[in-house]
Structure formats: C-alpha cells, structure tokens
C-alpha cells in the first residue's frame, strides 16, 4: 500500500505558522507519489497558507472549538478515506484524526511514559523533539518514516488575482525597490515598539526604498498599521487589509527587502529568498526562526542564542539575557510585551538593513 498509496491526509492543527512550514513534507510526499491526492487538515483560519499550494489537492478545516454533533459529523465524514494519514502535531485530537483516516498511520509523538497510550493508534511513529530540532526538520521526519526523499523548501503560492490585486496596489509605473515592513504579528509578546518601525522606514526612505507595510483585515491591526503610516514619510503605502495571504506572498516576492517580527509573513519571505531582518524575543530559534530559501545543512539553521545569518536572513535577537525565555511576554499571556522586543533600539535592525543592503548590492 505504501509503495504507491492513492489518497494521504496531512494533518497540522496548529497555528498558521505551522501549516506553512509543513509544506516541505506536503511537497516531500507530492513529489514521491505525484499520482496520490494530498489532502490537509487544519483549524479553520490557518487554510490560507495553503490555499493555492498546487501540491494539495483539498484543504479540510475544523474550528479549534467544534460543537459535539459537528465534530462527530466530521470524524465520520473522514472515517478510513485515506490509505495514509500523517499526524505533524503530538495532541491527542491529532493522533485520533489520524486513526480514524488513515488505514495506515504515522505521526509525532512525546516520547513520555504519560504519551505510551497513543503509540497504539498509529503504526509507525516518531519522537517529538520539543527543543532541538527545527519545526521543519521535525516534521520531514515523517517522511523518513516512509522512506521518501525530503525536500526542505518552503512553497509560497499565490493565485492569478492575487498577482493583480498587487498589480493595482503598487501601480503599473517604474518603481523604486520595495521594502516590505510588517509592524504586527498576531500576539503582542512578538511585538516590536512603533518608534522602531518608524525609524526604520525613514531611513529606508532616505536611501530610495518604497516602503509597504503588510498586514490583516483585523481591526486593531488596521488601526495599529495605519497610526504607523501616518508618522512615516508621505510615500509609505499602507497595505494591510488589502491582500489575501497569498496576495502577501505575491508582494513579498517582488521585495528588495523585508523586515518583521516573529510571524507566517516572515516565514514567506524567507522562504522566497527575499533578503529578511526577522526580529526575535522570547521565541526559540531554534524550533521556529525562519527557514531561508535553499538551506540544505546538515543540522538547524539557527542556534539558540544570540544574534545569527543564515543565508538571505538575518535574526536579530533581543538583548535581555532572558531571551529566548520561551514564555508568551514577560507577563506570561499573549497580550503581554516583551521587554527584550520593546528595548530593542533601531539602530541595531538599521544595521542589520545596511549588511544586508551590502551583501545583495556591494555597497554600502
């Protein structure tokens, strides 16, 4: 069955940073069996980052909280559809989509005495590294299990209307290289202070970049991007809200540079080899910080500590000698800052600019 399986679900509910770095096993697996079906399954409002990925052919999305009748409906609705089910997330409601779809299962697992019970939902499975191995490479471990060849690039697709909403957006003229500021991750904790991005677009401003920033339809998003607009230069054009995710995508790939905190968005522009400053507090780099286009070493990108380049991206860590505590903000909930974020100077992400400005054009 598994030498040449029809149907494979892929299952990564989580949040959509996840989805989108587990692409590489999704392609990993497409290119393997080109004739099976891919499907994936995740929490409804993460299915953007994969809503045009060619390797896919049908996104499932569950809420994260789903009614008893509903959840029901839906686990029978999958029930043994697939000759093969992936699970890339060590929860329980994960490993069970697993068992019930899949006549053959695979997936992460917590390597715990407390976990033992689940190893019998599944037939093969592979231990969770929870601090040591980046999400990618976590998650192409299943396909070791299935003894495919992996491939580490991370997709970033877009549809045609996409392509012409960023047309209309930037104008048909010839126009100064972009630089792609994304001022607002989702939590606060991996935010960055406004005076920083202000600077920051200044001085790109002064050097002949157009500068974009990115973002959501959220409302408080909207508002904190468009506050932002209003304090940079005159020629600063404000995105957010007026892309799809995708859409995103299509800008970032006609980027000269991009900055931005911990965030899907940044993770794109890595993965498109856009050269990316990605501004790093309390999240590990190690497991999560951006996976850059082409990388094909032996280990993880990135090391825990410290300020680091890989490749088209420089991570700029905050200074705090907490960092990188792991914790949701230095009051430990997502609506709490971080201090070592907050107190990060512009001068140290402007230098991070100019090295890359340097690499990519030989001067200063």
């Not at 099976?36 to 045009?52: C, P, S």
């Not at 994304?182 to 202070?193: D, E, G, L, N």
């Not at 931005?260 to 497991?287: E, I």
Request: positive net charge; hydrophobic residues 45%.
């Amino acid at each position: 069955m598994l030498k040449q399986p029809r149907s494979i679900l892929v299952i990564v509910t989580r949040r959509i940073g996840d989805v989108l770095l587990a692409t590489p096993l999704m392609r990993s697996v497409k290119l393997a069996w080109p004739d099976a079906a891919v499907d994936a399954l995740v929490f409804e409002g993460t299915q953007d980052a994969i809503a045009a990925n060619p390797d896919v052919r049908r996104v499932l999305a569950i809420p994260q909280r789903p009614g008893v009748l509903s959840h029901l409906a839906f686990m029978l609705g999958i029930a043994r559809r697939y000759d093969v089910a992936l699970s890339l997330v060590p929860g329980d409601r994960p490993t069970l989509y697993a068992y019930i779809a899949g006549r053959w299962r695979a997936g992460l697992l917590l390597p715990t005495e407390k976990e033992r019970w689940k190893r019998r939902f599944l037939h093969r499975w592979v231990a969770f590294d929870e601090r040591d191995t980046h999400t990618v490479l976590m998650h192409l471990a299943l396909a070791a299990v299935l003894g495919l060849p992996t491939h580490r690039d991370i997709p970033v697709t877009w549809t045609a209307e996409d392509a012409r909403q960023v047309d209309a957006l930037l104008g048909g003229e010839p126009a100064p290289p972009l630089a792609v500021l994304h001022p607002y991750p989702k939590f606060a904790y991996k935010m960055w202070r406004a005076e920083g991005w202000i600077e920051t677009a200044r001085w790109l401003v002064e050097r002949g970049y157009r500068v974009v920033l990115s973002g959501g339809p959220d409302p408080a998003e909207l508002d904190y991007v468009r506050a932002l607009a209003r304090a940079m230069p005159a020629t600063a054009l404000n995105a957010a809200g007026r892309l799809t995710l995708g859409g995103t995508g299509c800008l970032l790939s006609r980027a000269a540079l991009y900055v931005g905190p911990d965030t899907a968005v940044t993770h794109m522009a890595a993965a498109l080899g856009v050269p990316t400053v990605a501004l790093y507090g309390p999240t590990d780099p190690v497991k999560w910080g951006p996976w850059p286009r082409g990388y094909e070493g032996a280990g993880n990108p990135w090391q825990r500590l410290g300020s680091q380049s890989a490749g088209n991206v420089r991570l700029i860590q905050g200074d705090a000698m907490c960092a990188p505590c792991g914790h949701e903000g230095c009051d430990r909930h997502i609506a709490s800052f971080s201090d070592c974020l907050q107190q990060m100077p512009a001068g140290r992400v402007i230098a991070a600019v100019r090295s890359l400005i340097h690499d990519r054009n030989g001067q200063h």
